[in-house]
């Protein structure tokens, strides 16, 4: 470290009053309130520190770790909370499969059976190359994010206090609160969770960018719930350019949250950090497996493992999510080990099919119940405190009031006052509410939260997502209830789309389909369409839909559909009159006899899979874009539009008939120049060599023709190359937006986006 660089960083964690004090080789600051010295060397530029009376030189970096940031404490901390969450002596290893480098061929996926702490620690303490690596660790929910990066952060941290290693990884929850407070976030985990307060946020991303802590962020879908117009983007953008090309990041998602279709879902991201050298790279869990299975057993003492496999894989399959997905094999573990026989449990479940995961959560309430709840207080003859229906209300009444308050636990007191304020409007008597009050904190499906202290929340987010959906069911179902309790519950933010299913089930349940959608509709006209009513309600609406038989002919006008409701629909002889699609998805749907009348399209999806039969399609209809999925293209001219909608859906003047979509035709050199965008997103700049081994066959005559032009056009720009490979690198020298404009409009001919590229040019 020089000698610049060793007065900035401490700069950053001075006191504001501060100043940094030098005479002769002795130095003072002040630092959280203390004075802070040392005497300073110099080795062909390099700085080494002393403490003042002292003549134990160590390097610059080494003195700011342990001597101003505290991080051998932080480390201390960090094994504390961690080795007292998730069962950490149940720890489980999954598989992983990681696409880490822009250099292996498609296809070529690294997959790790074993050792995955092992692996995250090996890939995190590479060296970066003059940039920042982002980890995204994506697997579908319960299938043990949270879990692996506890381990592989209490395990660094043992690493770092031993002296192997000199980073920390620093898990930062972000569920339930939007990441646009990213700086409050982090100094409130690392204050309240790991009760370290030497650290402010500017000092903790000086950390980042010299590679001493790699933040791990969990909980990142949260940010694409929350901020659907794509600020979560940018602010992820923003943390990237304060790392200027420097430091690791690694953020837990889910693959939905990941895996998207197309590049412009990207744009904002992108460009906010086009200025910088980033690189993402993916590790994906895999679901668990037999071996996984029989090890937690192991774990969990149970005895007869492989007998109990093969009994429950035999009843409802392998790959059964109550076998594959950890979340769900904790609770079924507890259920094992408190029930003689779980047949019954796995008959439900089977029969339940795509409802299975609601059968399970009321098998383990039912449990409770019948085995735990009991009143004991009528003598020897015992009799539960709730009913089934009864515990699952005040499970439901709990998730609300974490919604209300916007995050996903909630304090003892608070707790306390929901218990009393359920039993009493259920009439109990004082000595039954005064039992659920001393049962509740150590209900099978809840559990202490790390978050803050005396709080509780539910054993996993899926668990809650049940709850508030079964809340907003209850809530539509009741006749008595008020429609301004539904509306404000559906104005505090937009549903995941599992509460939103949820709901719909629960609906679909009490068989009362019909008088919730008139309640839907009245709930929606009390909003306006840019709401999350509109967003909440109409994307239940189409779930309930979807999950009963329609046979009456329904109308719905006025109504907004975000992108997400649309998909997997399986509507029948339904007018949609005056309304606003976000995104008409039908890749996969089944429509049949239902219309479209004066409503606009931000964009409809379709492929060779949709089943449109006797549809009407308007002439007064606004459709901005239609993406063909089989083709992965967009189409945006009006001519076009109109013909292939022709060839989908009747009009008035045409008879209903479904027709084979229209194959809209793109150059090579199109799509080529949008093969090599995607790659853009898993680096901002890109070498020659890479882009010869992605182009394929069409190699040569890319780099030949296209890239040359592209150059010359000064839309790609060629960048200096940090490494002796001498290879050549590229990064984009216009924003993404700027490109996904110019191929849009280029209506997939080559010559007219060069036409378009010249015109900006000149």
Not at 382 to 398: K, R, T
Not at 640 to 665: A, H, L, R
Request: aromatic share 8%; charged share 25%.
């Amino acid at each position: 470290m020089r000698l610049d660089e060793f007065k900035r960083i401490l700069d950053v964690f001075a006191d504001p009053t501060s100043e940094f004090i030098t005479e002769d080789n002795e130095f003072m600051v002040e630092i959280n309130g203390q004075t802070v010295g040392g005497i300073l060397k110099a080795t062909c530029g390099e700085i080494s520190v002393s403490d003042v009376d002292a003549d134990n030189y160590i390097p610059a970096t080494q003195w700011i770790i342990h001597r101003v940031a505290k991080l051998d404490l932080l480390a201390a901390r960090l094994i504390d909370k961690l080795s007292g969450v998730d069962n950490v002596d149940e720890f489980i290893s999954p598989e992983l499969e990681l696409s880490t480098s822009l250099e292996q061929e498609s296809g070529e996926i690294e997959s790790i059976e074993s050792g995955a702490v092992d692996k995250i620690v090996e890939l995190v303490e590479q060296e970066s190359s003059f940039s920042t690596d982002v980890f995204y660790l994506v697997s579908d929910a319960g299938e043990g994010k949270t879990t692996l990066i506890n381990e592989v952060s209490k395990r660094q941290a043992y690493r770092f206090k031993a002296g192997e290693s000199q980073k920390l990884i620093v898990p930062i929850f972000l569920g339930g609160r939007t990441f646009l407070r990213f700086d409050d976030i982090t100094v409130g985990v690392l204050q309240n969770r790991y009760r370290f307060s030497y650290l402010h946020y500017s000092a903790f991303i000086e950390l980042i960018r010299l590679g001493v802590i790699i933040p791990a962020f969990d909980g990142f879908e949260e940010m694409f719930v929350e901020t659907s117009t794509g600020e979560a983007n940018s602010a992820l953008g923003n943390l990237l350019n304060s790392l200027t090309s420097e430091g690791t990041l690694i953020i837990a998602t889910r693959k939905a949250y990941f895996d998207f279709h197309e590049v412009k879902n990207q744009e904002k991201l992108f460009d906010a950090i086009a200025g910088y050298s980033v690189e993402f790279k993916k590790i994906e869990i895999r679901r668990w497996d037999k071996k996984q299975f029989l090890e937690y057993c192991d774990k969990c003492c149970v005895s007869d493992a492989k007998e109990l496999y093969s009994e429950i894989s035999n009843k409802i399959g392998e790959r059964h999510s109550l076998l594959t997905r950890p979340v769900l094999v904790k609770q079924l573990m507890k259920v094992v080990q408190e029930t003689a026989s779980i047949s019954e449990l796995l008959e439900k479940v089977y029969s339940s099919g795509d409802s299975y995961f609601s059968t399970f959560v009321r098998a383990i309430v039912e449990r409770e119940v019948t085995e735990k709840w009991l009143d004991r207080s009528g003598g020897d003859v015992a009799s539960p405190l709730l009913s089934i229906e009864e515990h699952c209300g005040l499970l439901s009444e709990i998730a609300v009031e974490m919604w209300n308050s916007k995050i996903a636990y909630i304090k003892h007191d608070m707790l306390e006052f929901t218990v009393d304020y359920f039993c009493e409007c259920r009439q109990k008597t004082p000595p039954i509410t005064s039992q659920v009050k001393k049962r509740i904190n150590n209900h099978a499906l809840l559990s202490a939260s790390d978050n803050a202290s005396n709080t509780v929340e539910f054993d996993h987010d899926e668990f809650y997502q049940y709850f508030l959906g079964e809340a907003v069911a209850s809530r539509l179902l009741s006749s008595s209830n008020n429609l301004d309790n539904t509306l404000t519950l559906l104005q505090k933010g937009e549903l995941t789309s599992q509460a939103k299913s949820i709901c719909a089930l629960a609906i679909a349940r009490a068989d009362d389909g019909g008088k919730v959608v008139q309640r839907l509709k009245d709930v929606i006209g009390l909003d306006s369409r840019a709401s999350f009513v509109h967003a909440n309600a109409t994307h239940i609406l189409l779930s309930i839909l979807n999950t009963t038989e329609n046979n009456k002919p329904l109308t719905i006008e006025g109504m907004s559909f975000a992108a997400s409701s649309t998909e997997h629909l399986t509507l029948s002889r339904v007018s949609f009159k005056d309304c606003y699609f976000e995104r008409l998805c039908i890749t996969d749907a089944k429509l049949v006899e239902c219309s479209f009348e004066n409503s606009r399209f931000s964009r409809i999806d379709l492929s060779s899979k949709s089943k449109v039969t006797g549809c009407l399609f308007s002439k007064n209809n606004i459709i901005d874009s239609i993406y063909l999925d089989d083709q992965d293209t967009h189409v945006y001219t009006p001519e076009m539009i109109n013909q292939i909608v022709m060839s989908c859906f009747g009009t008035e003047q045409d008879s209903p008939v479904v027709k084979d979509v229209v194959s809209y035709v793109e150059d090579l050199e199109i799509k080529l120049i949008k093969k090599l965008l995607m790659y853009f997103l898993r680096s901002t700049h890109i070498g020659e060599s890479i882009i010869r081994m992605k182009m394929g066959i069409h190699a040569h005559h890319f780099t030949t023709d296209v890239l040359p032009y592209l150059l010359e056009s000064r839309v790609f720009r060629e960048i200096d190359d940090h490494g002796s490979s001498g290879d050549r690198r590229f990064r984009l020298n216009v924003s993404l937006e700027t490109m996904h404009s110019l191929i849009d409009r280029s209506h997939g001919s080559y010559n007219e986006f060069i036409d378009r590229v010249d015109k900006i040019k000149n």
